[in-house]
């Protein structure tokens, strides 16, 4: 068995070979290793190095899911929660190999044992939604290995998706937009912030971590649009509302400028130690003032993303126009609120025609 310095050893030589010359920097922190390469992350995984399967051949299977996730990083431009996703779907499928079929090496795996794999996570109570997560994981794996010719045929290629039942996202109408915006006082203390905040999420249609990671340089008041990088770093310019820029400039002047500390970054919205807002901060953010605002509904920052695109189709808006405005790749993805707007037309037939 080999011991941790050697582990260590093999890790750095392959690291020096795939990616001599492109790594810029590197830090190191309690979820392993983080590399930066022309401003993509590649985050190692944080394999325990000595366990109860370890075996010289078992860190082969390791130096693949590293190698694969470094592919991931820079080849892809994957975002850092897809990478660790996808690297604790294959380490988690990896040790399970190896206790329990002895598996340990890439090329013993075939088409029964990922099948029973699976069934054995669904019978462990996993939603169908996390199982996609697992198969697409194994899925590009293996396509990877086998691009590769490190495996002589891909196991992974006839295992189906799991089908997963969509449910409409839900909503917010117009007026309880307006009361939640309404109800925050600009006056009390991170009030101006705050509003700032919910005002550009509706109005723009930002993910929460696209508001997160907001930059001043990327925002233009006078073109009323900011630059976002979404999924795959993927950047997108949105326009923001005249509502939300005037909510941003009241921010910007009087508040976030007693927030900026010596260490403050450029993100646009600040905690009180002058840091970038956590998405979790952010979450905690829009709770509070939806329950000041009397709003009985579950409101979460996605729901105001939800909101912004079925207003915007349901006054007129062209789908594939928001299509880019939300960042989806696929039209599909979009394609769900034309749903929820003839819900909301069939609702309002019920509701108001005499022979309904």
């Avoid at 830090?27 to 392993?32: A, E, F, I, N, V």
């Avoid at 078992?58 to 820079?74: N, P, Q, T």
């Avoid at 090496?105 to 088409?111: A, E, I, Q, Y």
């Amino acid at each position: 068995m080999p011991q941790a310095g050697v582990r260590e050893r093999l890790w750095r030589q392959t690291s020096q070979r795939d990616v001599a010359g492109t790594c810029c920097s590197a830090r190191s922190s309690r979820t392993g290793y983080r590399r930066q390469f022309r401003s993509r992350v590649y985050v190692t995984p944080n394999f325990p190095l000595v366990t109860r399967h370890s075996s010289f051949s078992f860190y082969l299977v390791e130096d693949s899911i590293d190698s694969f996730i470094r592919f991931l990083a820079v080849e892809r431009g994957l975002s850092e929660n897809y990478q660790f996703s996808t690297q604790r779907s294959l380490s988690d499928f990896a040790h399970w190999c190896a206790a329990s079929k002895k598996i340990d090496n890439p090329r013993g795996v075939t088409l029964p044992v990922i099948s029973e794999y699976l069934a054995e996570r669904k019978r462990a109570g996993l939603s169908a939604s996390s199982i996609k997560l697992i198969v697409v994981a194994l899925k590009i794996f293996f396509k990877f290995l086998a691009a590769k010719q490190a495996i002589e045929r891909d196991p992974a290629e006839a295992v189906a998706l799991p089908r997963i039942e969509r449910f409409l996202p839900e909503t917010l109408n117009e007026l309880q937009v307006e009361q939640l915006l309404e109800s925050i006082d600009t006056k009390a203390v991170h009030g101006l912030r705050d509003r700032a905040m919910i005002e550009l999420l509706y109005a723009s249609g930002l993910r929460i971590s696209e508001l997160a990671n907001a930059r001043l340089e990327n925002f233009n008041s006078e073109e009323r649009v900011v630059r976002v990088t979404g999924k795959g770093n993927k950047t997108r310019l949105v326009p923001v509302g005249r509502k939300a820029c005037e909510a941003l400039a009241a921010y910007l002047s009087a508040e976030r400028p007693k927030l900026v500390k010596r260490r403050s970054s450029s993100e646009i919205f600040l905690s009180e130690r002058g840091s970038k807002l956590t998405t979790t901060r952010i979450w905690q953010i829009v709770k509070k003032h939806a329950r000041r605002a009397g709003l009985e509904k579950n409101v979460y920052p996605h729901l105001l993303r939800h909101s912004f695109a079925t207003h915007l189709l349901g006054n007129g808006a062209d789908l594939r126009i928001i299509q880019e405005m939300l960042g989806h790749a696929d039209i599909s993805t979009t394609q769900v609120y034309t749903h929820v707007d003839q819900q909301r037309l069939k609702a309002v037939h019920r509701q108001f025609h005499p022979r309904a």
